[in-house]
């Protein structure tokens, strides 16, 4: 591509082709990825951001910077931050076709700017951004940010490990999270790292809902442009592979305060960490054990299955929605880590929120996995008969099993069994059973939540049998929709949904209201050759609340 641009740099056509274009709402802090429409859209002084776009650099090559001191040009790229006040040059790290990793200076001024890339004296087009203090992002595993942290355990001769289902952190351990926004330095920051607490960094981690007590928060000395936290895990921690961790600051906004980016931002990405009371492997809310997760770690291949049977009445409409969804998939032990769990349960007990794109009504899990045949159909049966679900080209499968597909309502409380027949090429045959739970009793439904922050929701009619409460919020407004997903015990009858997961993350606009909503839910387990192993997931949902 390169030999061509310059080939070509007469033509109209090639000039237009190889011209960098930077993705409306693509400049972003490079951890948590958050974009237009949220909170934590701003860029902070002296954070890496990552510029999405095209025509940055050759297809297929990353060039990354060599060393100190770092230079305004890389690979022939280099990168304009445009203010009220002048031109600042950013210091880029890498670049790649579609991305480009730099560092914004700590001199930029607060405040609206544009980023504009050049490229071999061809400009892009100008991508608004509005430059804030702080806004910390974590990394994490799926580089993506969101799922299991960049964390690692500390051990007590000062070595550290990756954490992970397989290397849990104990209560009482210390981890060692890793970020970039959390503020700007004071000195050359091309020269090299400025480690150092930074001023004003009064921050509170939250691991499972519980603060953390911080050790350190700052400057990392180990590279430019990034941000560590060392915290120490709750003695009273919650346990499990996916216990949330946030980090909120000062000046939390409430739901109807959420109008604009604030300069001083509050709240960062979730991501999770591994948490067992002896360390080691984990047991996840998911049912998968520690045992299983040690065996599949040794046999170098995680093989699953997954199936979600939900229930879900209208509020508007008289339908009740029964539908199923899962798969088959084989993980490497290294690509099993970037996934947020089977089904993307939090430990009881806790919260997760992210962000999403507007034509999605949850958020999709990142973590990819090779799809495996375990049959053409599935024959799902119970009181009210059968119904199948079709395996569809991409190996996942889908099938709408009452009401809305014109059936009567399938999925009434009570016992199931899901078969694969005669089995697939790659599944052997199976039958699985579960229990389809009934939905709990919302008591305060008809509640006034309108610019409640931090929302309580109330019912009767847990179990004390393993049945989850979950509660999710859904907001949207003209760039960007947020999920949160709440698990509690059901039997406990009431839950509090923090409010830097309700809403936040999100700006609010005159687009449609957020859905709030709460059901039960069970987890069930079955084996099958070669699985290491199979669960299903049963949900029993309300019909939601429309909160303005």
Same mark, same amino acid.
């Given at each position: ?180 926004? =959390? ?27 519980? #603060? ?106 008289p339908a009740t929605i029964d539908s199923m969804a899962g798969g088959f998939g084989s993980y490497t032990p290294a690509s099993f880590l970037q996934t947020q769990g089977i089904f993307g349960l939090p430990a009881t007990g806790t919260c997760v929120s992210s962000p999403m ?34 395996? $569809? ?38 039958? =699985? ?19 409640? =922050? ?50 936040? $993350? ?31 997931? =049963?949900?029993?949902?309300? #019909? ?5």
């Amino acid at each position: 591509m390169r030999f061509l641009c310059g080939m070509f740099a007469l033509g109209t056509l090639f000039v237009a082709w190889c011209q960098p274009s930077i993705t409306s709402g693509g400049v972003v802090n490079d951890a948590s990825y958050f974009g237009k429409g949220t909170v934590g859209g701003g860029i902070a002084q002296g954070s890496l951001f990552a510029i999405f776009g095209k025509g940055f650099g050759p297809s297929g090559v990353i060039s990354t910077a060599a060393g100190f001191p770092l230079g305004t040009t890389l690979a022939s790229v280099s990168v304009d931050i445009h203010t009220g006040g002048g031109v600042l040059s950013a210091l880029p790290l890498y670049i790649a076709t579609g991305q480009i990793g730099a560092i914004l200076p700590s001199s930029t001024p607060l405040g609206s700017a544009t980023v504009v890339v050049n490229n071999n004296g061809s400009a892009s087009q100008p991508e608004p951004i509005t430059v804030v203090t702080r806004n910390l992002g974590l990394f994490s595993v799926n580089q993506a940010g969101s799922g299991p942290a960049a964390a690692q355990n500390a051990a007590a001769d000062g070595s550290v490990t990756l954490n992970t289902p397989m290397n849990s952190a104990q209560p009482g351990q210390t981890v060692v999270l890793w970020g970039t926004g =959390a503020g700007p330095v004071s000195g050359n920051e091309a020269a090299g790292p400025l480690p150092g607490k930074l001023s004003g960094d009064n921050y509170t981690v939250y691991v499972g809902g519980i #603060p953390a007590a911080i050790q350190y928060a700052g400057r990392s000395g180990c590279c430019a442009g990034i941000d560590q936290i060392n915290i120490v895990v709750p003695t009273n921690s919650v346990t499990g592979c996916y216990v949330p961790v946030v980090v909120t600051g000062p000046g939390l906004a409430g739901t109807a305060q959420n109008t604009q980016i604030p300069a001083d931002h509050a709240v960062s990405n979730f991501t999770t960490l591994s948490i067992s009371a002896n360390g080691g492997a984990c047991t996840d809310a998911s049912g998968l054990s520690a045992a299983q997760l040690a065996r599949s770690e040794a046999a170098g291949v995680m093989i699953f299955g997954a199936l979600a049977f939900e229930r879900a009445p209208q509020r508007l409409t008289p339908a009740t929605i029964d539908s199923m969804a899962g798969g088959f998939g084989s993980y490497t032990p290294a690509s099993f880590l970037q996934t947020q769990g089977i089904f993307g349960l939090p430990a009881t007990g806790t919260c997760v929120s992210s962000p999403m794109p507007l034509s999605q009504s949850a958020p999709v899990d990142p973590a990819v996995n090779d799809s495996l045949q375990a049959g053409a159909t599935l024959t799902i049966s119970g009181a009210a008969g059968s119904r199948q679900a079709t395996r $569809n080209a991409d190996g996942s499968y889908h099938a709408g099993l009452g009401s809305a597909s014109g059936a009567p309502p399938f999925l009434n409380p009570g016992q199931f069994t899901v078969s694969n027949g005669s089995g697939g090429s790659d599944v052997d045959p199976f039958t =699985a059973v579960f229990e389809m739970p009934a939905a709990l009793t919302w008591t305060n439904s008809t509640a006034n939540f309108q610019n409640v =922050a931090s929302p309580t929701l109330t019912w009767t009619g847990g179990s004390s049998s393993g049945t989850l409460a979950v509660v999710t919020s859904v907001a949207y407004n003209d760039d960007a929709g947020f999920f949160a997903l709440c698990t509690a015990d059901s039997a406990a009858g009431s839950f509090t949904v923090p409010l830097y997961a309700y809403q936040g $993350n999100i700006l609010l606009t005159s687009a449609a209201p957020s859905l709030l909503s709460l059901g039960a839910s069970t987890v069930s387990s079955f084996s099958g050759s070669p699985l290491s192993a199979g669960f299903i997931w =049963a949900l029993a949902m309300n #019909p939601g609340v429309y909160v303005q």
